[in-house]
């Protein structure tokens, strides 16, 4: 048996939720190149930023809702979205919506939504549940993610 079931669950959903959607297999051929890692501007940073949520993080799956056949509403960009699955885990219970990351709702700034993705400890008590991964960013790839969600307002 792992010794994480939990990361392991983490990871086989998400790999069904990207793998499941239309959407997702349009971008999945696509031959992006990520931008350049050196972030000289805002602009830059926000490209990288996007680039990450996107593709690499894939945020969009769970904080933007889908049509009826897996499409994402691109007018609702990470603005929330029901949670397409439940919890494997009776004793653990997950989030029922993705919240609206666009714009950094919620009272968090650009650098505690960068220290959250580089340590994993959110700038309040309340820790995102489940299926939320447990990223742990470099610090340029967590503030890149930030300023991206902030140009979303």
């Known amino acids: 048996m792992a010794k994480h079931p939990q990361a392991v669950a983490i990871a086989l959903i ?3 939720v ?5 959407a997702a297999r349009r971008l999945g051929a696509q031959s ?3 931008p350049a890692t050196e972030d000289s501007s805002d602009t ?7 680039y990450l949520v996107h593709h690499v993080a894939m945020c969009i799956y769970c904080h933007t809702p889908k049509r009826s056949d897996g499409s994402l509403v691109e007018a609702d ?3 929330g979205a029901p949670m397409p699955v439940k919890s494997p885990f009776e004793q653990q219970r997950w989030a029922l919506k993705a919240p609206s990351i666009a714009g950094l709702p919620g009272g968090w700034s650009e650098n505690d ?8 400890e959110p700038p309040t008590e309340h820790m995102p ?9 470099n610090p340029e790839d967590a503030k890149a993610v ?7 307002r």
């Open 18 to 22: 990207l793998l499941g959607t239309p």
């Open 146 to 152: 930030a300023a991206y969600l902030k140009s979303l």
């Open 129 to 137: 549940r489940p299926p939320m991964p447990p990223f742990r960013m």
């Open 14 to 16: 998400s790999l069904v």
């Open 113 to 120: 939504l960068a220290h959250f993705l580089e340590t994993r």
């Open 32 to 34: 992006e190149s990520p």
């Open 44 to 50: 830059t940073a926000v490209e990288r930023g996007k």
């Open 77 to 79: 960009l990470l603005r």
